[in-house]
């Protein structure tokens, strides 16, 4: 009798082909030199081309039954925004997975490893899952649950899906929960196994577990949504702790649009042969106290610098102690208040042929450093720079509000000089490649006003400010709440040379001063401005909507409104976007003022496209059980 531990992988199946056949693949690819594995496919497929792919990989797997599901009725629909479930579909997941259990009970299994069939998996994946000796462990993997968001984990800590922990009695502030939010996300970045509340999608079951009685069966007097909820504290009722193993995260194709990153992902843990590299990189960051956040980071750019240099500015932490576990490239470089200085001296310490920056609270998803392993093995070593979109900031529904694009990969011999103690650029030019490639900004440090210091003391040591320099010291007044000395800074700004995307935003900002000092006018005429330097934008038309809209003009902010759906996005800019103008926003506002004007039809179709772009989002939620109330749904 064989040794090897028996394992029953299974899913339920309704699928496109074209997104089945990855998920086959990497079932197919996957390592199993310690298991004996067999396959359970429940073919629920209104695609003929997928049940044919399930057939044949049963005759090229072998060990390999499918049963034939034979209620097709219940709808389930998906698009390139989201999935649309709707309750009775959800049960019949449940019912489908209850009997995947019994049949693995049946069939005395030793494990069940149920897997979504839009995901793939690493080929380490199912021997490092099972090393965990765990009853109940999910394998993380990744999700965009909006286009434009930032990627979220199938895991959580407690009830329908809070990422953070709290004691039952304890209160938090907004941002005592963000910030231990954004610990937890950061903790599942790291490799390792973590106790959770929450899992599902690629969850491998113990037959001890099995026995015991889990199911995914609807729990009566439990409303939470989704039978992964159900199954997660029916399990915790019987005594089994969760986990959740992020050795080695799978890739999600949550969408169509996703097809494209399988490539990208598959490379992702292929290593990197010399030979494969067009180019070789310095990776140089500087940092001061970032013992959190620093190994987050290069963990997430494995395989893609050839060299790491690490530039330290006075840490008291251990950062320089972790910097040397991953290097040894550390160096000393005394604070002197001054940015550009500090990366001027890390880039004097590379050596290969091409730069790139981060800051210690810069991470790579994996479908990014995918991304980014594809862009080495094909980028051509006569670009000068390579440009990539930086997600800086994030709402309370983890969608991405503020990204921009930054010259982020330089080539060394062009000798690229980074300008200004703070709020500093990169001075690159030349030919350009722009990448596909994201960097996420994951800030857990508390903002201060070290910036507006270094500021006024340069003005006070005599310091000259260049044009560039009046912007960003206008940017942390604003900040400040210092609101009339930014007007004069920003007007000042405004009056001479700058770039056309800084031109722009210093408008939005100067309009935003003076709608804090209740100067109407003044507001509007700023707003106005920013036509001096493009077209209209989105952003800015919703803000002179808000404008009309807050003196109940509705007819007004409708057509401002209705101008920011008409936007065209410009592509390849370097500036700062919101993309709440250019998604949401103006049509949850247009859902409201087209309401107050009595046209209830168009205030439904206005909360129909805003609720497809952010379903969670409190405001829209309020439109849609206020539309209901009307009998518009």
Known sequence: MSSLKRVLISSPVRQTADILSPFLRSLADMEKMTVEVSYLFIDDNVDDLASQLLCQFQIEQGGTEIQHEADHAHVYAKDEITHYWQEDAIWKVARMKDTIIEYALEHQFDYLFLIDSDLVLHPHTLEQILLADKDIIANIYWTKWQPDTC??????????????????????????????????????????????????????????????????????????????????????????????????????????????????????????????????????????????????????????????????????????????????HVYDFPWVDDFAAARNFAFSKATQQYVLWLDADDTLTEKDRGLFLSLIGGLEPAVDRVTMAYHLNFDENHNVTHSLRRNRLVRRACQFQWIGAVHEYLAASGSVYHSEVAITHRKDKAHTDRNLRIYRKRIEDGHLFTPRDHYYFANELREHRCFEEAITYYELFLEGEGWQEDKIAASLHLGECYSHLGQREEQLLALFGTFEYDLPRADCCCRIGAVYLNELDYHQAIYWYEQATKSTKPTEVMGIFDHSSWTWLPH??????????????????????????????????????????????
Not at 274 to 297: F, G, H, W, Y
């Open 151 to 328: 990627e979220m984990p199938q895991v959580w800590i407690s009830d329908q899906y809070t990422l953070y922990r709290k004691e039952r009695k304890e209160a938090l502030t907004d941002q005592e929960s963000a910030i231990r939010m954004w610990e937890f996300l950061h903790q599942l970045r790291v490799p390792g196994i973590y106790e959770v509340g929450g899992l599902g999608a690629c969850t491998l079951i113990s037959s001890k577990a099995l026995q015991a009685g889990v199911r995914f069966a609807e729990i009566p007097n439990l409303s939470f949504w989704g039978e992964d909820r159900h199954f997660c504290i029916r399990a915790r009722a019987l005594g089994f702790t969760l986990h959740v193993d992020t050795h080695y995260p799978a890739y999600h194709i949550y969408r169509a649009a996703d097809l494209a990153g399988v490539d990208a992902f598959r490379q992702s843990y292929q290593e990197l042969k010399a030979s494969d590299r067009k180019i070789t990189i310095s990776l140089c960051i500087i940092v001061k106290n970032e013992q959190q956040a620093l190994p987050i980071c290069l963990h997430s750019v494995r395989g893609i610098p050839d060299e790491i240099i690490i530039v330290d500015t006075g840490s008291t932490d251990r950062t320089k102690e972790i910097a040397a576990s991953y290097t040894d």
């Open 588 to 633: 949850v506002q247009l859902c409201l003022c087209y309401d107050r004007v009595g046209n209830l039809d168009k205030a439904k179709f206005h909360h129909d496209i805003a609720f497809s772009y952010n379903p969670t989002h409190p405001s829209i939620l309020h439109n849609k059980r206020y539309l209901e109330q009307t009998g518009k749904f």
